[in-house]
T-cell receptor, first 113, second 109 residues
Framework: NAGVTQTPKFRILKIGQSMTLQCAQD?????MYWYRQDPGMGLKLIYYSVGAGITDKGEVPNGYNVSRSTTEDFPLRLELAAPSQTSVYFC????????????FGPGTRLTVT | GQNIDQPTEMTATEGAIVQINCTYQTSGFNGLFWYQQHAGEAPTFLSYNVLDGLEEKGRFSSFLSRSKGYSYLLLKELQMKDSASYLCAVSDSNYQLIWGAGTKLIIKP
């Protein structure tokens, strides 16, 4: 099993550009999450999904969009990139909510200049 | 508001024991997680506590007191590879994880 995979690993965007961060998992997990991690701050939840076709906003959804057309894939779309979106983005998945651990992808380091 | 507090940085000696504390105030409680994160890498799961008491897993143990809103992670027989950040996270009433900023643990020979 590859677990949770993310692409790209690194990306530099200019202000106003758009991009999609890819995330896929092969563990047949229903729950998937997108977080951002800024220096000195805890992980912040951007969006999450409880199954194919179902997505919901987390704590910091502004400037982002997601879709979940399959159980495996959960892409994150950035529209009109801003410097405030410079961060490390982690995708994670879990079998269920509650007491189940989350498995994280390796992360995407995004810089917006 | 929801808040997770843990020390920013700690230093310990190889072979010693270190305790990393975490206090929390959240809307609801459905368990507390500890994750390890090496620099430049993703977080990996260490432990989960939902009932009061101590959970032991090899060199690592985690303790929870729900009445005090308090947890600690105990690392024994420290090794250089334990140098990492340790993240405390609480599952709130909506089963969403609220994360602390992490404690950077530096191990010295």
């Amino acid at each position: 099993n590859a677990g949770v995979t993310q692409t790209p690993k690194f990306r530099i965007l200019k202000i106003g550009q758009s991009m999609t961060l890819q995330c896929a998992q092969d563990m047949n997990h229903n729950y998937m999450y997108w977080y951002r991690q800024d220096p000195g701050m805890g992980l912040k939840l951007i969006y999450y999904s409880v199954g194919a076709g179902i997505t919901d906003k987390g704590e910091v959804p502004n400037g982002y969009n997601v879709s979940r057309s399959t159980t495996e894939d959960f892409p994150l779309r950035l529209e009109l990139a801003a410097p405030s979106q410079t961060s490390v983005y982690f995708c994670a998945s879990s079998y269920s909510e509650g007491g189940r651990e989350q498995y994280f992808g390796p992360g995407t380091r995004l810089t917006v200049t | 508001g929801q808040n997770i507090d843990q020390p920013t940085e700690m230093t310990a000696t190889e072979g010693a024991i270190v305790q990393i504390n975490c206090t929390y105030q959240t809307s609801g409680f459905n368990g507390l997680f500890w994750y390890q994160q090496h620099a430049g890498e993703a977080p990996t799961f260490l432990s989960y506590n939902v009932l009061d008491g101590l959970e032991e897993k090899g060199r690592f143990s985690s303790f929870l007191s729900r009445s005090k809103g308090y947890s600690y992670l105990l690392l024994k027989e420290l090794q250089m590879k334990d140098s990492a950040s340790y993240l405390c996270a609480v599952s709130d009433s909506n089963y969403q994880l609220i994360w602390g900023a992490g404690t950077k643990l530096i191990i010295k020979p």
